[in-house]
């Protein structure tokens, strides 16, 4: 079976407070979610509909078995989702302060075992034939999954889409300084690059939107789509065609999700074949819902939901 999006990258178990405005040493209760970006995109994109599947690693531990559960239950294949004895799942708590701080502490220690992820056990067939392929810039912080990332994006060749998420994560490097020679390879076997302006000029070297986007371009992708935070989101392609479209109106509770379901919502626009303009505004919209709710994957927006927020030009 060839899948509509196959993904490769982080997982986890996000705890996030059930208390807003409140420090994390005073909060006395927590909700336990699927996280990890790879997997919400997999995730947000089951929710539109597609056939998804997530290569990742967890721990052999409860959490581990949390997260193939997880998973199923939202529609996303976990065959290659596989264990790694000795280490434990990572988990990631928040603090919630709406409407944009939300800091993040990460507990991926000794080493996240999606870090683990070998190239000689990639199903490199599924990942030639998946209509898109979706890989993160953590993916390429660290031996093996390093690697790994490289050559599915090499034996995929730009088949299809192939989309790289730039995910600036500077935590997880050893030296953050040597990541951007790691960023023009994969660039290089990519089709459609995504990033915010800080993800962007690790890149590329470049923070203004418009060339950082012609930047990307001339690193060989076919479309570059740069968030912009408060002004929105720019999208141009290689031939000459540009969209740029603002946020929709939305009272924040929890932004970390919104990128997830923005990249899940624009790959379900790039496989329906939609217009540059139409597939942003649904890709906000998607952002936008989920920056409404507390959670990240169990608050996936469903095509009726993003399709009122865009005709209403808010989410309500």
Not at 65 to 87: C, I, M, N, S
Not at 278 to 283: E, G, I, L, N
């Amino acid at each position: 079976m060839a899948y509509d999006l196959i993904t490769m990258g982080r997982i986890g178990v996000d705890l996030y407070p059930l208390q807003t405005g409140v420090p994390l040493p005073q909060v006395t209760s927590f909700g336990k979610f699927l996280g990890g970006s790879a997997s919400n995109v997999a995730v947000a994109a089951a929710r539109l509909g597609r056939q998804t599947a997530v290569i990742t690693r967890t721990g052999d531990d409860p959490f581990g078995t949390y997260l193939h559960e997880a998973l199923k239950g939202f529609g996303v294949d976990d065959r290659w989702v596989t264990q790694v004895p000795g280490l434990p799942t990572p988990v990631t708590f928040c603090e919630v302060f709406p409407p944009d701080d939300f800091p993040l502490y990460f507990y991926r220690q000794p080493k996240a075992p999606d870090l683990e992820i070998d190239a000689h056990e990639l199903d490199l067939d599924a990942v030639r034939d998946a209509r898109v392929f979706w890989v993160t810039g953590t993916g390429l912080s660290e031996e093996p999954s390093r690697t790994a990332t490289l050559a599915a994006l090499a034996h995929r060749a730009k088949s299809g889409t192939t989309v790289f998420d730039l995910d600036w994560r500077p935590m997880f490097w050893t030296d953050p300084g040597a990541a951007r020679p790691f960023y023009t390879e994969a660039l290089r076997h990519t089709t459609v690059a995504v990033g915010n302006l800080d993800e962007v000029e690790v890149a590329t070297g470049v923070r203004e939107p418009h060339a950082a986007a012609r930047a990307l371009l001339d690193a060989g992708v076919e479309l570059a789509v740069v968030k912009q935070g408060p002004k929105g989101v720019l999208a141009v392609n290689s031939a000459g065609e540009s969209a740029e479209v603002p946020p929709l109106p939305v009272n924040v509770l929890n932004g970390l999700g919104a990128g997830d379901a923005f990249g899940g919502s624009l790959v379900h626009g790039l496989l329906a074949g939609w217009d540059l303009e139409k597939t942003m505004r649904h890709a906000n919209a998607a952002g936008a819902i989920v920056a409404s709710r507390l959670e990240c994957s169990s608050a996936m927006p469903t095509p009726a939901e993003i399709e009122a927020a865009v005709t209403a030009g808010a989410v309500q």
